[in-house]
């Protein structure tokens, strides 16, 4: 059965919801009173002219068009018993009873009803007159620094004060000057709660509450949080800064004692409702919560009318970040500017995950104009919310009027906590498997097992190896060894030209590892192996071997060079060492047996990344576009990335070894490789845990920067890097202090404790606190780089295999490109379903539709330029461009060839490689020119052919490498990494990692 709906607003909010709810089956027509132009485009919608302060007229006009729902979008109407007088005559209302409306309009009552109902809030008090609240404020015991206006005053009547001064000042604008009228007759000095607001919509039907996604707004009217408050500057929707633990605790403490004491006190409430108890969709919330909501609108309201919304499982779009940034006009807040010309609308509409809603618009002699203060929200979703911010942002530099004013900052306040909560790249997408590398030492344990001797304790899996030399005939000191190389750190080294420190890394490696059986390293034996010996090079690589010795006080006593040029190109190396300790079986650790719940973590801190990671590291360097010699954004010294991350990793020999004679430390674990969370395990018995608190040691920003920049979840930071602790020592209780004094020249402190083992071994509790404090100075350069995407375009004809590499590619935030628009000249293509099923805009033009290429390629081009695009790719589009096409993308229009150009142009290009002879072929990126594969190379990728190849084989392998080079060359057009110069010849900048 088609239902009617009416709603009662004008602006952004009003628009959403008309716009959420026009999606529903069951809806057959919304009336908008009084609407707006925006929302009369909303299919299904039209404006009413209905007067919203005339309650029978509603009424009427509610019977006269059988209207089944009304929802009243303002606070106003709501405040002035709009619900009653519906409900009163039938008529469903999404909304409160006038009583039920003073938990928003009157603050001094919604204040006195949450302390009735135990519903956590700040400390408060209500005044009429001036002398008696200044007073308050000079001599509350707490900081009463919030002043509010009781009544309405369209979300500007609240002052968050800096000093008394200013409080007091708030408290005469309000109450003496008047500022907002009866608004303020009365005026609420609230305590200064220190932390972030989150604001939690919740449907209700008078019994039952169901909350919707968290969200956060933007008040202060420029970046920073700066200036004066306004009705919300944009929003952003999940917030990840409230836990779903804490969620739950604000539908417990908050939303269902607020139903449950307007239950007590007989007033009717049905409706959403905010953490700070609006009584409505908040503003700008709504724009980016309703976007994320996949149940059916109508059917959750109506449930909440009907009082069956315990029936009803509310249902969200999965693994999606909306946000909104609001453009207002000149003057705003204070005044506004109407009648300005708004362009560039419909340009930011038709890109993918784009939505613009209307909050003070008009038409006027055929033009969009303003009319009020906050104009519009652009509002953008992506999976990532930091992609969504820059998308959003973006689209508020594409859209134009005079005097506009937006914020550059939405959402960055959750930016760091999203990407340790859900970042997406793993040591694993680097290339480097932890689990496999642990499947491989279980895999290996039986071989290994099978060469056993006597004197051999243990096994494999531990930090060293350990040898019983009485066992073995010899008296009772037991040997351990180590070996370890630096990993891929040796890249940075050998890319920097910076060879004295890594010599220090690979002692390190060893001798850490066998402090773990508290072991007293004795010596070292190094392996350098290359293609051709560079000696200058070769001693700078021992001369740091000879300096980790002398910090580990052991002896270099050999080692061994391999020159192997069929092994190293020119310039490579690799370093493996190994070393072997004493240790006396009594202080033999990790004493497993000993260790118990309530024994303290002594933590001793690291030097930066140390030697393990590095994989990642590199990764998240390439997709930050940054080079080695780059000056690090978080060095103090204005050192290069390079210089920062070659950093040698601490030897902690000269310490731990003293306070493990002691007979007091009960076990060592060596942060390495699978970082705190896998290498303290190592150590602990099986039904033991430890829980770590990230607050009581300093984590180096270099994390920090990895984490942003890569995108890297707290889970995979703590799995990877040592983030800030090299080394963990356990003790007892009552010997923690003796300990902390031996080992003090490390800065030691005590990071935790053992506990009864939960889920997790390792719990790092304020992990996210921290990191995100430091995270969010490099938000915004993340932003401005994402922001920078070129929007693409992509033309096909058939499957769309390349399309589906061009789709993989530009997932990654860092690409710097966006698909937007996919265009086939065939219908009911795969290419088309592989776009649809990316969320990408599609569109078929058959060329079989003109009369001639011309007109055809004018299609095109309009086509491509109504969607923004500015980076044109070819992906088997089976039609030969004019030359008036090809001029006017010039430099933007790229495409793959199945060869290596300028060889076997045109088609059948794998047939002609294997009718010429040749050993190898390929693909090719280029430019497109009017000559057919005529145009400049960007990249290439070469395939080698095979002696039993056929035409089908060949190219499958081909594919393959295209797949490669595609994107490759994407990212370096929409990167600006190369180009077309004025004189028609290619300009490169460093194609930097």
Not at 524 to 541: H, R, S, T, W
Not at 581 to 588: D, T
Request: charged residues 20%.
């Amino acid at each position: 059965m088609s239902k009617n709906v009416l709603v009662i607003g004008s602006g952004g909010r009003e628009h959403a919801i008309t716009w959420k709810i026009a999606q529903s089956p069951q809806v057959n027509n919304i009336f908008a009173a009084p609407g707006s132009h925006a929302i009369q485009q909303v299919v299904k919608a039209r404006n009413v002219p209905v007067n919203i302060k005339d309650f029978k007229e509603i009424t009427k006009f509610c019977k006269e068009n059988d209207v089944s729902l009304v929802i009243v979008g303002p606070e106003d109407p709501l405040a002035n018993g709009i619900a009653d007088a519906l409900l009163a005559e039938g008529i469903q209302v999404f909304g409160p009873s006038r009583n039920g409306a003073r938990i928003e309009s009157d603050k001094d009552w919604a204040k006195a009803f949450m302390d009735k109902h135990g519903i956590p809030t700040a400390q408060w008090k209500s005044f009429k007159n001036p002398t008696e609240a200044k007073h308050f404020i000079d001599n509350a015991n707490f900081p009463a620094l919030v002043v509010k206006a009781s009544g309405l005053a369209a979300g500007k009547g609240v002052v968050v004060a800096a000093s008394k001064q200013e409080a007091c000042d708030a408290v005469d604008e309000i109450l003496t000057q008047q500022k907002f009228g009866a608004a303020g007759e009365v005026v609420v000095v609230e305590e200064l709660l220190e932390g972030e607001e989150v604001s939690v919509l919740a449907f209700c039907d008078g019994n039952v509450v169901k909350a919707m996604l968290p969200a956060q707004d933007h008040k202060r009217i420029f970046d920073n949080d700066q200036g004066p408050n306004t009705g919300g500057m944009g929003a952003y929707c999940p917030c990840p800064l409230l836990t779903k633990k804490g969620l739950e605790c604000v539908e417990k403490k908050v939303l269902q004692r607020a139903v449950e004491g307007f239950k007590k006190d007989n007033i009717k409430f049905v409706g959403p409702k905010v953490l700070e108890f609006n009584c409505r969709f908040g503003d700008p919330e709504t724009e980016v919560i309703l976007p994320l909501l996949e149940s059916d609108l109508y059917d959750v309201m109506t449930a909440c009318c009907n009082g069956s919304l315990n029936q009803i499982s509310l249902s969200w779009k999965s693994n999606l970040n909306a946000v909104g940034v609001v453009m207002a006009s000149r003057g705003y807040p204070e005044t506004s500017s109407k009648g300005q010309v708004i362009t560039g609308i419909d340009e930011v509409n038709v890109r993918n995950n784009h939505v613009v809603f209307h909050c003070g618009t008009a038409l006027k002699d055929n033009n969009l104009v303003t009319n009020g203060g906050r104009v519009l929200i652009a509002v953008s979703l992506a999976p990532q919310l930091v992609l969504a911010a820059a998308q959003a942002t973006k689209a508020c530099e594409t859209i134009k009027f005079d005097g506009q004013q937006y914020r550059h900052d939405i959402a960055q306040k959750g930016i760091a906590r999203a990407i340790l909560q859900t970042g997406q790249l793993t040591y694993k997408a680097s290339g480097v498997d932890i689990t496999a590398g642990n499947d491989l030492v279980s895999h290996i344990k039986p071989a290994a097992k099978s060469t056993n001797r006597s004197g051999v304790i243990g096994g494999l899996g531990g930090f060293g190896g350990l040898f019983d030399t009485k066992a073995a005939g010899y008296n009772d000191p037991l040997l351990v060894s180590g070996t370890d190389g630096v990993g891929t750190k040796l890249k940075i080294a050998q890319e920097m030209g910076i060879h004295d420190t890594i010599g220090i890394d690979l002692v390190a490696m060893c001798v850490n590892d066998v402090l773990a059986h508290g072991a007293e390293p004795l010596f070292f034996l190094d392996y350098f192996a290359c293609g051709n010996l560079d000696v200058d090079v070769a001693k700078q690589v021992v001369s740091g071997v000879a300096e980790g010795c002398r910090q580990a006080e052991c002896s270099l006593i050999g080692g061994e060079t391999a020159e192997m040029p069929d092994m190293y190109p020119p310039g490579e190396y690799d370093v493996a060492g190994f070393t072997v300790g004493a240790v006396e079986r009594e202080h033999l650790m990790p004493r497993i047996q000993s260790i118990q719940a309530g024994d303290l973590i002594i933590g001793l801190p690291s030097s930066g990344v140390h030697s393990n990671g590095f994989s990642l590291v590199r990764k998240i360097m390439k997709l930050a576009g940054v080079g080695y010699k780059d000056v690090a954004p978080f060095s103090k010294g204005g050192k290069s990335f390079g210089e920062e991350l070659l950093t040698p990793t601490k030897i902690y020999v000269k310490t731990v070894i003293p306070a493990v004679k002691t007979g007091k430390v009960k076990a060592f674990a060596h942060i390495t490789g699978g970082g705190l969370t896998e290498n303290i395990p190592r150590i602990l018995p099986d039904d033991l845990g430890v829980e770590l608190n990230a607050q009581k040691w300093k984590i180096p920003p270099v994390f920090s920067w990895l984490a942003t920049a890569g995108g890297v979840n707290q889970t995979e930071l703590l799995r990877t890097f040592n983030c800030g602790i090299g080394g963990v020592l356990i003790v007892d209780k009552n010997d923690v202090e003796e300990i902390l004094k031996i080992v003090a020249p490390h800065n030691a402190t005590t990071v935790g404790h053992v506990v009864k083992k939960s889920e997790e071994q390792v719990i790092v509790t304020n992990f996210a606190k921290v990191m995100e404090i430091s995270m969010k100075q490099y938000v915004p350069s993340v932003i401005s780089q994402i922001a920078d995407k070129k929007q693409v375009g992509v033309l096909i004809s058939g499957s769309g295999t390349n399309l589906q590499a061009l789709i993989d590619s530009t997932q990654n935030a860092n690409i710097g490109a966006e698909i937007v628009l996919v265009i086939s000249n065939k219908d009911n293509v795969e290419g088309l379903r592989r776009a649809e099923r990316a969320g990408i805009a599609t569109k078929v033009i058959s060329h079989k539709n003109y009369p001639n290429r011309e007109e055809f390629d004018n299609v095109l081009h309009n086509e491509l330029i109504s969607a923004g695009v500015e980076i044109v790719c070819l992906a088997g589009f089976m039609r030969i461009l004019t030359g008036e096409f090809t001029s006017k993308w010039k430099g933007k229009l790229i495409n793959i060839h199945p060869a290596l150009l300028p060889l076997f142009k045109g088609t059948h290009a794998q047939k002609q490689a294997l009718e010429a002879g040749v050993r190898v072929s390929g693909c090719t990126v280029h430019f497109v020119e009017e000559a057919v594969d005529g145009g400049h190379i960007i990249t290439q990728e070469a395939v080698p052919i095979e002696l039993n190849d056929t035409e089908e084989t060949l190219t499958e392998r081909i594919k393959t490498a295209e797949h490669k080079a595609y994107p490759r060359a994407l990212e370096w057009v929409a990167k600006g990494k190369v180009r077309i110069g004025e004189d028609n010849k290619l300009v490169w900048k460093s194609l930097k990692c």
